[in-house]
């Protein structure tokens, strides 16, 4: 810049011949994020129809075991089960925290489930235990215990997959129904009527 002489300077950031970089970083990081929330979006949907398929699974197991090896290899499964599955467990069993509400007395509920079942319902969640981690997963192996079962068991997985999908759809929608009713109610003016 020379002395003397007066530059105007752009401070516009919409304007496209001085700020092109910047929204073209704006356009790259907004796919970036749609892209992102479309990659959650459907591994969310993945664990959703796996643990449907470990449901159906579950509802056709008819184990021919002993109930005293089942009650020791119960104990192992569910012993070496993280926190989290011991914890997931116990809710699909429908047990519940004592009054104060702690989660590690949850996980030890399901921890001695094997104490109180019989020898069928022992093998059934000792069947259960070992599906749920697969269960949880959104990805798909080679060697994945929960396919094996669902095709073992003749689980529909297409069926559940499109039930899983209309089902995340119907939430989504109200949930935008909620926003949209949220946003409408937010943008009142204060003496209008209601």
């Known amino acids: 810049m020379e002395k003397g002489r007066l530059v105007k300077v752009c401070a ?3 304007c496209k011949v001085h700020f092109a970089n ?3 970083e704006e356009e790259q990081r907004l796919r ?3 892209g992102k929330q479309a990659e959650n979006r459907k591994a969310k949907q993945t664990v959703n129809l796996r643990y449907r398929i470990l449901a159906e699974v579950l509802k056709r197991v008819k184990p021919p075991f002993g109930n005293e090896e089942l009650r020791i290899v119960a ?3 569910l012993r070496s089960l993280s926190h989290d599955l011991a914890c997931r467990l116990a809710k699909r069993h429908g047990l519940e925290p004592s009054k104060k509400g702690q989660d590690w007395e949850l996980a030890d509920k399901a921890r001695s489930l094997y ?3 019989d020898g ?3 093998a059934a969640l000792i069947f259960e235990a070992v599906l749920l981690a697969p269960a949880g997963t959104a990805t798909e192996t080679k060697d994945d215990p929960l396919t094996d079962a669902a ?6 997985v297409k069926a559940l997959r499109s039930a899983v999908v209309k089902a995340e759809r119907e939430k989504e929608g109200k949930q935008k129904a909620a926003k949209l009713q949220k946003m409408k109610a937010v943008r009142k003016p204060k003496g209008a009527p209601k």
């Open 75 to 77: 104990q192992f499964i």
């Open 12 to 14: 516009n950031p919409d």
């Open 22 to 24: 910047r929204q073209k």
């Open 120 to 122: 069928a319902a022992l």
């Open 151 to 156: 095709r073992l068991y003749k689980v529909d």
């Open 32 to 34: 970036w994020k749609a």
């Open 115 to 117: 104490k109180t079942v």
